[in-house]
T-cell receptor, first 117, second 113 residues
Framework: SQTIHQWPATLVQPVGSPLSLECTVE??????LYWYRQAAGRGLQLLFY??????ISSEVPQNLSASRPQDRQFILSSKKLLLSDSGFYLC????????????????FGAGTRLSVL | KNEVEQSPQNLTAQEGEFITINCSYS?????LHWLQQHPGGGIVSLFM???GKKKHGRLIATINIQEKHSSLHITASHPRDSAVYIC???????????????FGQGTILTVHP
C-alpha cells in the first residue's frame, strides 16, 4: 500500500534562517507531488506541484522553492525565512490520470506546523 | 471573488443536530472533493463527487453541476465531528491534467455535547 511521510511535524525557526521540509512517498512510482500551505485563518494554497523528477511548477511567487531530486521525494526549502512563512505545510501525492487508478484523489501527509519567530 | 466559496465559515451545533455546509464554485469542474481536517492538522478525504449524491455513515454529500453547488450534510452530529471541512474542486483543464485542486477557505464546525 502507498504511504506518505512528512517531517518534521513541528518546527520553530528564527527569521532569516534556512528551511528544509521533506516529503517522501512509498508504494507508488512517478506520482504527482504537491506542496500546500495553510496560513492561520485561511484556506489551503497550492505552492508547488511536480509531475516528475526535476520538474517543478510554482503556483504563487514567494520566498520558498521546491525540488524533486528523486521520484518519490519532494523538498520544500527557503534560504531565509520570513515571519509570513509561518503556517501549516502539507505535502500530497496523486496518481497521474495517465496511469489509471482513482482519479482526482490527492493523499495528504500529516503536515508540518512551522512557526517563524 | 474566490473560485470556491464555502458557507458558513464558522458553525456551532449541539450534539444530535443536522448540519449542512455549502460550497459554491464559479468554474467548470471535473470533480469536487469534501475533506476533513482534524485539530492536529491531518486531512482526510471524505467524498469525491462528479454528480448526484454519495453517503457514508452519517455523512451525505450532494452536488448540482448546473448550479455549481455542493452540500455536505452530517446527520445526528457528534462532538467528534468537530473539525474543519474543506471543499475542493478540480477545474476542467482542457488537454492537461495534473490533478490540481482549488480549495475553499474551510468551515470550522464545533459540536457541543
Amino acid at each position: 500500500s502507498q504511504t506518505i511521510h512528512q517531517w518534521p511535524a513541528t518546527l520553530v525557526q528564527p527569521v532569516g534562517s534556512p528551511l528544509s521540509l521533506e516529503c517522501t512517498v512509498e508504494g507508488t512510482s512517478n506520482p504527482n507531488l504537491y506542496w500546500y500551505r495553510q496560513a492561520a485563518g485561511r484556506g489551503l494554497q497550492l505552492l508547488f506541484y511536480s509531475v516528475g523528477i526535476g520538474q517543478i511548477s510554482s503556483e504563487v511567487p514567494q520566498n520558498l522553492s521546491a525540488s524533486r531530486p528523486q521520484d518519490r521525494q519532494f523538498i520544500l526549502s527557503s534560504k531565509k525565512l520570513l515571519l509570513s512563512d509561518s503556517g501549516f505545510y502539507l505535502c500530497a501525492w496523486s496518481i497521474p490520470p495517465s496511469k489509471g487508478g482513482p482519479k482526482n484523489i490527492q493523499y495528504f501527509g500529516a503536515g508540518t506546523r512551522l512557526s517563524v519567530l | 471573488k474566490n473560485e470556491v466559496e464555502q458557507s458558513p465559515q464558522n458553525l456551532t451545533a449541539q450534539e444530535g443536530e443536522f448540519i449542512t455546509i455549502n460550497c459554491s464554485y464559479s468554474v467548470g469542474i471535473s470533480a469536487l472533493h469534501w475533506l476533513q481536517q482534524h485539530p492536529g492538522g491531518g486531512i482526510v478525504s471524505l467524498f469525491m463527487l462528479s454528480s448526484g449524491k454519495k453517503k457514508h455513515g452519517r455523512l451525505i454529500a450532494t452536488i448540482n453541476i448546473q448550479e455549481k453547488h455542493s452540500s455536505l450534510h452530517i446527520t445526528a452530529s457528534h462532538p467528534r465531528d468537530s473539525a474543519v471541512y474543506i471543499c475542493a474542486v478540480r477545474p476542467n483543464a482542457g488537454g492537461t491534467s495534473y490533478g490540481k485542486l482549488t480549495f475553499g477557505q474551510g468551515t470550522i464546525l464545533t459540536v457541543h455535547p
